[in-house]
């Protein structure tokens, strides 16, 4: 049933003013871009018409359940009236404006609940759980959502769109892959069918380099398995910025430095041994032979002080490279051979997320394929939804290549889809920008993340799909081949029994909740051979294949050898590698916290505080508004308004309890002597006989001495 409501009613959970009995009622949905309907009624008796009025709203069967649509223009002749709409969320352009909104490290959830907030009458569902930031100043909501600019939801936390009246849903991915396969490729002629095979962009093979150009061993180059499906090899140079040999400079420098202090080491045994025979030949003086001894010998420690520094220089270097390799996710080789590999398994990636395959755009209308030899193979079409993934097979070239639903038509009177089209949406979106550099280069993982630490969602969504696949596949046997999976299913949403559970020889999916289309269930948890998948996990001990790495979950203990932890947040970052603790802020290596031990004697080692790009060491009280802090000591390198440069600086008493304070050098304090009497004698009669002084010395402000 169709119904029209008249632009002052709002109650659309009542039935609507008029029901109507269009001639034609369209729905028009793009992945990520417009959605439009449309709407024809005849000029009828009953004056039906009538009511297809300006800013009315229409509720009509979509593919997704009865939408609201609200009229934004119309046209009228003698016969008939035609009208456009859009989606009721679209109102939000206009009555829910955002004037200062800030989802900060907020996932997609919270971020949608935080942007809806200006007006009730909106809501949001998401399931993307990684955390973004964004800033919304005059911007009204379907801007903020879906604009143009970086800072927009999609382009910040990603996801596809699908809109459910006053709620617009923004997941990972909307539709679903329920095992649709297409066949297409036979060039046959026939009116409603467009079948685009794009190869322009198809490598096959691949000659790769690392950083800086570096290329595999004897110009060496990696093919796809399907190389000989082409009529001609495919070929093209990728850059691989993540694949890298190791930087040998400064350890090269190192070891020549190293080698040139063990020469001084070894021509200052020579002069000992020497002056040790001269010494017992009686050519030297016993003075003359204790004073070269020594110099010889502190020459000995200071270029041993120096090989032990350089040593540590070169151990911190190693370090802060492996630190760095692991912050923007490199792949650091040692040998060649090391390196071709890790060429060789980058370029392997790029085949398994279609390199090879051709870009294929289907655009189908059902009804005037009904009629013709095609209409076999496409009927399968007829029921699929926006986003749904098919499996399309290419009957000339025999590649597979999976395209999505990313636009369709669906009629609102026969309830069924009538026009698709079909085609690859993250490289035809203008919303993500994940293939910029498909064959100039690949960027590293660490692209994956911005500098605010929040992630580009599409640059992960693969990892998500790869993992789900043999699952799929599994589930959609399940309901043929009873031997191979079985399906268990409750589909009462009342019973404490709903859900789902597929098992299999590849593993098994759970389900509690049906995806936004409830054409399936959403597989929140999935476990296979490589691992597990999931929404929520509850565990105990959670530990690697040795033992030595684990994460008690009962007692709050983990264990970790040789491990980093790594907080972004914006230009700030904390990391905690090889029991140092480095600090940054906006975006400076402010100081680090960590042991050492003394040079030379590895015994004795200590707790450090580094000041490194830092200006100044502080401890303080926060004030009782919570604003801001009160500093009760600084060491400052200078900036520090208000305070001495290069110096501790102490901003409250000090009680030492009577204990000393030694080798003291204090300056600006009072120097002199403090005279006093010391002793005064007197006759019997009381007269004054004898007066003793004394003084006490002074100098800077410290007692050194008494005098008298």
């Not at 400079?249 to 080698?259: A, F, I, P, S, V």
């Not at 090989?307 to 692991?326: C, H, N, V």
């Amino acid at each position: 049933m169709i119904q029209i409501y008249n632009p002052e009613n709002t109650d659309f959970t009542k039935n609507g003013d008029m029901t109507l009995t269009p001639s034609k009622a369209i729905v028009h949905p793009i992945l990520n871009g417009t959605w439009s309907a449309q709407i024809s009624h005849p000029i009828d008796a009953e004056g039906r018409w009538k009511y297809i009025t300006d800013e009315a709203v229409i509720k009509m069967p979509s593919f997704n359940g009865n939408q609201l649509f609200r009229i934004k223009q119309k046209e009228k002749t003698d016969t008939q009236i035609t009208a456009s709409l859009e989606p009721i969320f679209m109102d939000a352009k206009d009555d829910c404006f955002l004037v200062d909104v800030r989802p900060t490290m907020k996932n997609g959830q919270e971020a949608l609940d935080i942007m809806t907030a200006p007006n009730n009458k909106y809501s949001g569902s998401s399931d993307i759980p990684w955390a973004s930031v964004a800033y919304y100043e005059y911007k009204n909501l379907i801007e903020a959502i879906n604009g143009n600019d970086e800072n927009s939801f999609i382009n910040r936390w990603g996801g596809e769109i699908l809109f459910d009246n006053h709620t617009i849903i923004i997941n990972k991915r909307v539709g679903g892959d329920y095992g649709v396969e297409l066949r297409y490729g036979k060039n046959i002629k026939a009116d409603g069918l467009a079948e685009e095979v794009d190869t322009r962009n198809v490598v096959t093979r691949i000659y790769p380099k690392g950083y800086d150009g570096v290329q595999m061993s004897n110009h060496g180059y990696v093919d796809s398995s399907l190389i000989n499906n082409y009529p001609t090899v495919k070929s093209a140079t990728i850059t691989f910025d993540n694949v890298r040999m190791k930087d040998t400079t400064k350890q090269e420098e190192n070891l020549k430095q190293l080698g040139e202090l063990q020469v001084k080491i070894v021509a200052n045994g020579v002069k000992e041994r020497s002056l040790r025979r001269k010494y017992q030949l009686h050519k030297v003086k016993e003075a003359d032979y204790e004073k070269q001894l020594d110099e010889i010998l502190t020459e000995r420690n200071d270029i041993q002080k120096e090989i032990d520094e350089l040593k540590a220089k070169g151990e911190e270097e190693e370090q802060e490279a492996r630190d760095e390799a692991i912050a923007n996710g490199w792949t650091v080789c040692e040998t060649q051979q090391e390196f071709d590999a890790a060429l060789i398994q980058e370029c392997n990636k790029q085949f398994d997320l279609g390199l090879d395959e051709p870009m294929i755009t289907i655009d189908a209308d059902m009804v005037l394929l009904q009629n013709t030899d095609l209409y076999k193979d496409y009927e399968v079409l007829e029921e699929v939804s926006l986003g749904d993934t098919i499996h399309c097979r290419h009957c000339k070239l025999d590649i597979n290549t999976d395209a999505r639903v990313i636009e369709m038509e669906y009629d609102c009177i026969k309830k069924k889809v009538t026009s698709v089209v079909l085609g690859d949406f993250e490289k035809q979106t203008s919303y993500f920008d994940n293939v910029q550099a498909a064959i100039d280069k690949i960027d590293s993982i660490n692209e994956a993340i911005r500098s605010d630490g929040s992630i580009v969602a599409e640059k992960i969504k693969g990892f998500i799909n790869g993992a789900m696949t043999s699952l799929r596949a599994q589930y959609n046997v399940a309901k043929k081949q009873d031997v191979m999976a079985i399906l268990f299913e409750n589909l009462d949403e009342s019973s404490e029994m709903y859900g789902a559970l597929a098992i299999g020889t590849q593993g098994l999916v759970i389900s509690k909740r049906r995806t936004a289309d409830g054409k399936d269930w959403d597989w929140t948890t999935a476990i296979t051979a490589a691992g597990m998948i999931a929404d929520t996990i509850v565990a105990g001990l959670l530990s690697d294949q040795t033992g030595r790495n684990y994460w008690n979950l009962n007692t709050g203990e983990l264990v970790a050898g040789n491990a980093s932890f790594k907080n972004y947040s914006g230009d700030d970052a904390l990391e905690i590698t090889n029991a140092t603790m480095k600090i940054t802020n906006n975006k400076k290596d402010t100081g680090r916290i960590g042991s050492n031990n003394l040079s030379g004697n590895k015994d004795v080692t200590g707790l450090t505080f580094e000041l490194n790009d830092g200006d100044y060491m502080f401890w303080g009280i926060r004030n009782s508004s919570g604003t801001g802090y009160t500093p009760i000591m600084v060491y400052t390198k200078g900036k520090y308004t208000g305070l001495t440069g290069n110096a501790l600086n102490i901003l409250c008493n000090i009680d030492m309890k009577g204990n000393k304070i030694s080798n003291a050098n204090i300056e600006g304090g009072y120097s002199g002597t403090i005279p006093f009497v010391k002793k005064i004698t007197a006759t019997s009669d009381g007269i004054l006989k004898h007066v003793d002084n004394a003084g006490i010395v002074v100098k800077n402000g410290i007692v050194t001495s008494v005098q008298g």
